[in-house]
């Protein structure tokens, strides 16, 4: 469009990504820069790069977050009372991400008589040209940013019933109760690694969050302004390129993996700037083609799914939103405090979170109902991400106090295990073991909160990295220094393979492990031919 104008509430609504009725009470209720035409015309104008600055703008603040969530919640009530007086809704399917400006969703709109619309069309186009001159600023809008992917309609997700991936790769994205035990057995004695595929280096941390291996043995992964797909035989198969609302590169948050192909992921700021990055919940299809489902801020955590194919996201100041695959906003909330390690979920899909609420003497156990309401919360210490058993869960602080609790919130025990220099320290085995990984070594504890065992040295992991892997022996995979190590359920060592910067350690398939390290590269450690 030219100069980026908008004319009318239903272009600056589609836009925004939103229904007209909430476009309209954000301006009502947070001053949506929007220009009315003189009379003898009606109507609305906006200009798209307003619209994104007054959006950066209430990203940025929580308080201003909330106003917009009970926006969208009041303006959902109006349409449910007047249906008929909206000209669009919030249900459209995704559309592929262009990254030169928001995605669009075409929506249906309700039919004007043929005359009246033409007549119609007619004044208001002829009004915007002849007054956008007056409310355009001088700079034009921007161009398009190379790198995105081919301009094809985007595919939703099919309806699938089983979205889960339940394996074989127990990743964040396949796992989530984020227990990290798989179901195959690991390397026994693995050849030398092999060296799969290596992104252009930019070491920094919270670099290795962002792996997941589909259905179909693709791998896919991340970094600054850039996501990209590859198959066992380290082939590229597809490349995107990734930016903010206002042209930013940003850097992929964790990958969530679909039994259907699907990949979802929010992103956050290339150079970890402690402001707000408005940024996007976006997913991608098998093909490569990037959409958008809702802007959110920042947010370095893999997305939670749901088998009922809801999407839970928490950003960086611990707001958790709920979405369709519609895109339709559920619900949101906002938790006290910062920090954490993301979303965990329980069978019953009820939601856990850790944050930092000790450092604000709040609580810092958060569990939610699967409509956003609080269940309870526990706590005052500095947590990272929860892992969840079938009756209980656990957290550990990053002061080295490890918790075990009900689902309903008691406390059953605690235990002093050492520092925690991981945000996402812990690994449960199907036998009820819980691993530990601290700075010095990992420690193994029964299911009653007793030491079993230690384990190590080894290496302290990146807050964004991930935890111990266990295959379907319990074995334990980890890092140690410039190594991958292996370790039985007894602590004994059972093999060590030399890998420079090892960060985040997957299982690929049967007797192999993906290997992510901090100056990008990805290898592959197996037992070979």
């Known amino acids: 469009m030219a100069n980026g104008a908008l004319t009318g509430w239903k272009q600056i609504a589609d836009h925004l990504g939103t229904s007209v009725r909430t476009a309209q009470r954000y301006e009502q209720d947070l001053g949506l820069p929007v220009h009315r035409l003189p009379a003898p015309a009606s109507g609305v104008l906006a200009h798209a790069d307003e619209l994104d600055a007054w959006r950066a703008e209430v990203m940025g603040s929580a308080e201003r977050r909330a106003a917009m969530e009970r926006a969208e919640h009041e303006a959902q009530g109006e349409r449910e009372r007047d249906p008929v007086a909206e000209t669009g809704h919030d249900t459209a399917p995704p559309v592929e991400l262009t990254e030169a400006a928001p995605a669009v969703a075409a929506r249906p709109r309700r039919r004007l008589p043929a005359l ?162 408005q940024s996007h919940l976006r997913y991608v299809n098998p093909e490569g083609v990037v959409s958008v489902m809702r802007d959110i801020g920042s947010s370095y955590h893999s997305p ?52 930092d609420g000790g450092l604000t003497h709040q609580p810092s156990l958060w569990a939610l109902a699967p409509d956003g309401e609080v269940r309870w919360s526990a706590l005052r210490d500095e947590l990272g991400q929860a892992v969840v058993g079938s009756d209980r869960l656990y957290v550990a602080s990053m002061t080295g106090q490890v918790y075990a609790l009900t689902l309903d919130g008691t406390q059953l025990w605690s235990k002093a295990v050492g520092g925690i220099g991981s945000l996402k320290p812990l690994a449960l085995a199907h036998s009820g073991t819980l691993y530990v990984q601290t700075t010095k070594d990992v420690v193994s504890l029964n299911p009653d909160g007793t030491l079993r065992g230690r384990a190590g040295p080894a290496a302290p992991l990146l807050p964004g990295s991930a935890r111990p ?47 992510q390290t901090l100056d990008g590269k990805l290898y592959e450690v197996s037992d070979g031919k």
């Open 469 to 515: 892997l266990l295959d379907r022996d319990e074995n334990v995979y980890t890092t140690d220094g410039d190594a991958v190590v292996s370790f039985t359920p007894q602590g004994r060592e059972r093999w060590r393979m030399p890998v420079a910067n090892p960060s985040i350690v997957v299982q690929l398939d049967e007797g192999a492990l993906l290997v």
């Open 304 to 355: 939670a799914l749901s088998p009922d194919r809801i999407v839970y996201t928490i950003d960086e100041i611990n707001f958790v939103r709920a979405f369709r695959l519609t895109k339709e906003s559920i619900w949101g909330t906002t938790l006290a405090s910062f920090g954490g390690g993301g979303i965990s979920l329980d069978s019953a899909g009820r939601l856990y979170i850790g944050t």
């Open 116 to 277: 009246l619309l033409a007549a119609t069309a007619a004044v208001a186009v002829a009004t915007a040209i002849g007054l956008w001159a007056w409310l355009a600023p001088s700079a034009p809008s921007g161009k398009p940013h190379a790198g995105v992917p081919p301009s094809t309609a985007a595919q939703e997700p099919p309806a699938t019933a089983a979205v889960l991936d339940p394996g074989p790769w127990p990743t964040d994205g396949h796992d989530m109760q984020r227990t990290n035990q798989g179901h195959l057995r690991g390397p026994r004695a693995p050849v030398a690694p092999r060296l799969i595929y290596s992104l252009n280096p930019r070491a920094q941390l919270w670099h290795a969050a962002a792996l997941a291996v589909t259905m179909d043995g693709r791998i896919t992964s991340g970094e600054c302004g850039l996501l990209v797909s590859i198959d066992r035989a380290g082939r590229l198969v597809w490349k995107r390129e990734i930016r903010a609302y206002n042209g930013l590169l940003v850097r992929p948050g964790g990958l969530t993996a679909a039994a259907d192909g699907f990949t979802f992921f929010g992103a956050y700021d290339c150079a970890l700037d402690p402001d707000i990055v």
